[in-house]
């Protein structure tokens, strides 16, 4: 039997960084448990051999899985085995749940299970046995009654069809568990939020009461003066040896020495432990205008190196750009940069921002390209990566955000190709793949989308597409 490939499932499973101090947080997990539930039947019917078989295969690939696999005690065919499965669920405390029919089971079930398990049901269909002239498990047929119930009760699902060896239908199961994931932690998540939006930027402003209707994420603020005690408290002896790992980075100066790394570091270590000591899911900062006169520096630096090591970080008080980076995050698609758009024309976008893109999308440093510590480009102080994206990647823009008090999202693919000029900061050119830009940036604009997108590193617009749908967010 062909095992899951781990290049396909590697990036999905990616879990969030472990926060042993704080158990309730349904993030904490580093292998999320599964609970799997193989219906079965009270009397025999179709092909019950090719069922049984099939759920084996299915049980194999499963435990070839990232994750820890939870199957109830005794088969389910009725609603006191399916109480006892939800029950042993609860003690195991599951976190995504899957129902398969390797021959079709009783559909009555598919209500009871929406008023127990309140988040995305994973449903997956396993094909048909192809020799004889008799059906052999009706399958997809119970799938099939499954959704379109669901769907009629208002409650999200995802939908996995095919043989449970073939890496298709390995990532359909892959990106359909971790959308589940995604929807159920977003109940769970805790935004913070330094200082407020940027000044004018008003649709970059957090709305407390929307996104928790909408995401059933918690919003939390922080002024200025609370992150500056922040600053404050760290020590000398943290600061030097912060100091000591950036420079194992090997980034080197553009127009700033080693006297400017202190207040670089003091900044990115004020950061961290805001998200850790606050249990902050996703942070954005209003860094402009005050920071650099408050502390004489920007952030920037400090907010790459956050996203480089998986951090949900976002400058300039972009409540629902630090969610975008999150959900990315969750759903596997990576670190972002969070980038304006500058310009464009029917085939590229040039994306250009303050210098504070993650170095895993630039050139090695040291080489041309690659990420080197400068001073802003107009506010002539440090701390930002001035960089240019690597050529030639698959890249995804993309983003969520509030307007008429509901989420909206997009997301279309391209690759990054040589810029035409050089631009100070972080400067990268996106040729569309299947969008005009000219034509997309004018509906978009009309949706009333912020001024920021984010980039994401390889193509992201089918899972997306799913997201938005499990959400019931309109995708634009």
Known sequence: MARIRQKTLSHIFKQPLKKPENPMNTNETTQPCIGVIFLGRKRPGFDMDWGSAMEKRVR?????????????PEKVMDEDTLRGAMKSFGDRRIEALVVLQG????????????????DPVVIWATPENQSGDMISSCSLVGTHNWGSVLRQ??????????????????????????????????????????????????????DTFVTYRALGAQTQSYSLIEFDNIVRVISDREIADDIGRFKALGIPHKDTTDADLPMASRLY??????????????????CWPEMAAHFGQWPYAGIARLLDEGRAVACEGDADGALTTLIGKHLGMGPCYITDWLEHDHRTITTWHIGAAPTSFC?????PGGPRLAKHFNIRKPAVFEATLLEDMPVTIARFWRCDGKYLVTAREG??????????????????????????????????????????????????????????????
């Open 415 to 476: 690759r990054t190709i040589k810029p035409r000029r050089h631009l100070k900061a972080t400067n990268s050119l996106v040729e569309m793949t299947a969008v005009d830009p000219m034509v997309w940036f004018d509906t978009l604009i009309h949706e009333g989308m912020p001024h920021h997108a984010l980039v994401f590193r390889g193509h992201h617009e089918a899972l997306l597409r799913r997201f938005a749908r499990t959400m019931q967010m309109q995708f634009i």
């Open 103 to 118: 021959t079709m089971g009783d559909a009555r079930l598919s209500q009871s299970v929406a008023q127990m398990w309140r």
């Open 269 to 286: 270590l004020a950061m961290r432990a805001c998200l850790d000591n606050e249990r902050l899911d996703a942070l954005t900062v209003r």
């Open 60 to 72: 194999d690939v499963l435990q070839t899985l990232p994750c820890r696999i939870a199957e109830p």
């Open 363 to 367: 050139p090695p440093a040291g080489q």
């Open 153 to 206: 009760l208002g409650h999200p699902f995802e939908l996995v069809y095919g043989t449970p060896e073939e890496d298709g239908t390995q990532r359909q199961f892959a990106e359909a568990i971790n959308i589940a994931l995604t929807c159920r932690r977003l109940r769970n998540t805790r935004l913070g939020l330094v200082g407020g939006q940027a000044p004018g930027y008003f649709a970059m402003a957090a």
